[in-house]
């Protein structure tokens, strides 16, 4: 699975859009990009996914490049209760069920 | 709630003891998952169940051994654990195994190795 780089932590304040860019230069073609959210001591939760443009839900929307090297999660106007790690995952539609987590970025909500 | 259960949510176990954690899941789900999350480090994927049969086995020592009686259930057994194997210890499930991105995960077991 390709690796991806997020940032380590980030700070927003509550009613703010926060954007979570991450990396995956080696990103393949049947590559998926896929998007989980994880409050301490829970397990983590599906967010988004998506290959290209754009994607939208009733949570977030993620921004995918034309060459799909990388993908920005956007949260709009956070709350205290999205602080919480996010990890930023890619794969290919073939594999045995490997999600490849990463250190995430920790998000802090301020008030 | 993610129709994934898990019990015990906390456990401490000496070495010499032999324990087991439940997971249960009533999502209609194929395939199932043990997880391990320890302290600062990320999730590390241990075993991974399709249809109850075992499809991945991530180098997991042989003092972990995972059981699939049925699709619903899946159960992690635990015998002559190491302090360093205190961890959050996370099930999931998804639709199928593969194409898997969209796995539901339990609140997991929190377990210390004394």
């Known amino acids: 699975l390709a690796k991806t780089t997020q940032p380590i932590s980030m700070d927003s304040y509550e009613g703010q859009e926060v954007n979570i860019t991450c990396s995956h230069n080696n990103i393949a073609t049947n590559d998926y990009i896929t998007w989980y959210q994880q409050f301490p001591s829970q397990g983590p939760r599906f967010i988004i996914q998506g290959y290209k443009t754009k994607v939208t839900n009733e949570v977030a929307s993620l921004f995918i490049p034309a060459d799909r090297k990388s993908s920005t999660l956007s949260l709009p106007r956070v709350s205290l209760s999205d602080t919480a790690v996010y990890y930023c995952l890619v794969g290919d539609s073939g594999n045995t069920g490997k999600l490849i987590f990463g250190q995430g970025t920790t998000l802090q909500v301020k008030p | ?114």
């Open chain 2, 1 to 114: 709630e993610t129709g994934v259960t898990q019990t015990p949510r906390h456990l401490v176990m000496g070495m010499t003891n032999k324990k087991s954690l439940k997971c249960e899941q009533h999502l209609g789900h194929n395939a199932m998952y043990w997880y391990k999350q320890s302290a600062k480090k990320p999730l590390e994927l241990m075993f991974v169940y399709s249809l109850e049969e075992r499809v991945e086995n991530n180098s997991v020592p042989s003092r972990f051994s995972p059981e699939c009686p049925n699709s619903s259930h899946l159960f992690l057994h635990l015998h002559t654990l190491q302090p360093e194997d205190s961890a959050l210890y996370l099930c999931a499930s998804s639709q199928g195994h593969i194409e898997s991105y969209e796995q539901y995960f339990g609140p997991g077991t929190r377990l210390t190795v004394t």
